[in-house]
Protein backbone atom coordinates (compact mmCIF):
# COMPACT_ATOMS: atom_id res chain seq x y z
CA UNK A 1 0.00 0.00 0.00
CA UNK A 2 1.44 3.40 -1.07
CA UNK A 3 2.03 6.10 1.80
CA UNK A 4 2.11 9.44 0.95
CA UNK A 5 4.04 12.11 2.97
CA UNK A 6 4.29 15.67 2.39
CA UNK A 7 6.64 18.48 3.06
CA UNK A 8 7.71 21.86 2.69
CA UNK A 9 4.80 23.84 4.17
CA UNK A 10 5.14 26.72 5.73
CA UNK A 11 4.51 30.69 6.49
CA UNK A 12 5.39 33.11 3.76
CA UNK A 13 4.36 36.86 2.63
CA UNK A 14 2.18 37.19 -0.22
CA UNK A 15 3.95 37.37 -3.47
CA UNK A 16 6.88 34.57 -2.45
CA UNK A 17 7.28 30.92 -3.36
CA UNK A 18 7.24 27.49 -1.80
CA UNK A 19 7.72 24.43 -2.92
CA UNK A 20 5.78 21.28 -1.62
CA UNK A 21 6.79 17.55 -1.81
CA UNK A 22 4.87 14.25 -1.85
CA UNK A 23 7.13 11.83 -1.18
CA UNK A 24 5.85 7.91 -1.13
CA UNK A 25 6.82 4.96 0.60
CA UNK A 26 5.51 1.36 0.13
CA UNK A 27 5.60 1.40 -3.44
CA UNK A 28 6.40 3.33 -6.58
CA UNK A 29 4.62 6.34 -7.56
CA UNK A 30 5.59 5.53 -11.36
CA UNK A 31 2.22 3.63 -12.22
CA UNK A 32 -0.02 6.68 -10.07
CA UNK A 33 -1.43 10.11 -11.47
CA UNK A 34 -0.93 12.54 -8.76
CA UNK A 35 -3.34 15.18 -7.61
CA UNK A 36 -2.53 18.12 -4.90
CA UNK A 37 -5.75 19.35 -3.17
CA UNK A 38 -6.28 21.96 -0.39
CA UNK A 39 -8.31 23.03 1.82
CA UNK A 40 -9.06 26.20 3.83
CA UNK A 41 -10.52 26.43 7.29
CA UNK A 42 -14.53 26.50 6.74
CA UNK A 43 -14.19 24.90 3.19
CA UNK A 44 -14.50 22.30 1.19
CA UNK A 45 -11.08 20.61 0.08
CA UNK A 46 -10.84 21.94 -3.58
CA UNK A 47 -8.44 20.44 -6.48
CA UNK A 48 -5.14 22.16 -7.28
CA UNK A 49 -3.12 20.50 -9.67
CA UNK A 50 -2.78 16.92 -10.89
CA UNK A 51 -0.34 14.92 -13.11
CA UNK A 52 -0.42 11.91 -15.34
CA UNK A 53 2.13 9.14 -14.41
CA UNK A 54 4.01 9.67 -17.27
CA UNK A 55 4.54 13.38 -16.25
CA UNK A 56 3.42 14.12 -19.86
CA UNK A 57 0.02 15.91 -18.82
CA UNK A 58 -0.94 18.28 -16.37
CA UNK A 59 -3.84 19.83 -15.37
CA UNK A 60 -4.68 22.98 -12.93
CA UNK A 61 -7.09 24.93 -11.31
CA UNK A 62 -7.99 28.22 -12.59
CA UNK A 63 -7.03 29.92 -9.37
CA UNK A 64 -3.49 28.71 -9.47
CA UNK A 65 -3.06 28.13 -13.54
CA UNK A 66 0.33 30.46 -14.44
CA UNK A 67 1.48 30.45 -10.80
CA UNK A 68 1.83 26.91 -9.66
CA UNK A 69 3.86 23.83 -11.37
CA UNK A 70 3.20 20.45 -10.57
CA UNK A 71 5.74 17.74 -11.50
CA UNK A 72 7.45 14.63 -10.19
CA UNK A 73 10.83 12.28 -10.25
CA UNK A 74 9.41 8.97 -10.71
CA UNK A 75 13.51 7.66 -9.93
CA UNK A 76 12.93 9.84 -6.37
CA UNK A 77 9.59 8.33 -5.79
CA UNK A 78 8.30 12.46 -5.37
CA UNK A 79 5.64 14.87 -6.79
CA UNK A 80 6.40 18.77 -6.35
CA UNK A 81 4.40 21.78 -6.07
CA UNK A 82 5.88 24.96 -7.19
CA UNK A 83 4.17 27.73 -5.86
CA UNK A 84 4.88 31.50 -6.76
CA UNK A 85 3.24 34.73 -6.29
CA UNK A 86 1.41 33.01 -3.33
CA UNK A 87 -1.82 34.75 -2.56
CA UNK A 88 -3.78 35.24 1.34
CA UNK A 89 -6.29 33.49 -0.49
CA UNK A 90 -3.65 30.60 -0.90
CA UNK A 91 -3.71 29.47 2.87
CA UNK A 92 -5.03 26.00 3.31
CA UNK A 93 -3.94 22.44 4.51
CA UNK A 94 -2.53 20.87 1.41
CA UNK A 95 -2.60 17.14 0.66
CA UNK A 96 -1.28 14.48 -1.93
CA UNK A 97 -3.33 11.89 -3.40
CA UNK A 98 -2.15 8.93 -5.58
CA UNK A 99 -4.30 7.26 -8.46
CA UNK A 100 -3.70 4.02 -9.84
CA UNK A 101 -3.53 4.69 -13.40
CA UNK A 102 -4.06 2.40 -16.26
CA UNK A 103 -3.34 5.35 -19.10
CA UNK A 104 0.07 6.84 -18.62
CA UNK A 105 -1.75 10.62 -19.62
CA UNK A 106 -5.17 10.00 -17.04
CA UNK A 107 -4.93 13.15 -15.00
CA UNK A 108 -8.03 13.00 -12.15
CA UNK A 109 -9.33 16.25 -10.99
CA UNK A 110 -11.65 14.76 -8.41
CA UNK A 111 -10.66 13.86 -4.87
CA UNK A 112 -13.63 10.72 -5.18
CA UNK A 113 -10.89 9.49 -7.90
CA UNK A 114 -8.00 9.13 -5.73
CA UNK A 115 -7.04 5.84 -3.71
CA UNK A 116 -4.24 7.32 -1.53
CA UNK A 117 -3.70 10.68 0.35
CA UNK A 118 -1.04 12.17 2.54
CA UNK A 119 -1.61 13.67 6.02
CA UNK A 120 -1.30 17.34 4.51
CA UNK A 121 1.07 20.40 5.04
CA UNK A 122 0.05 23.71 5.78
CA UNK A 123 0.46 26.89 3.63
CA UNK A 124 -0.02 30.25 5.01
CA UNK A 125 0.09 33.23 3.48
CA UNK A 126 0.33 36.72 4.87
CA UNK A 127 -0.74 39.54 3.52
Known amino acids: QVQLRESGGGLVQAGGSLRLSCAAS????????IGWFRQAPGKEREFVAA????????YYAVSVKGRFTISRDNARNTVYLQMNSLKPEDTAVYYC????????????????????WGQGTQVTVSS
Open 26 to 33: GGTLSSYG
Open 97 to 116: AAKYALYRRNVYTEAYDYDY
Open 51 to 58: ISWSGGNT
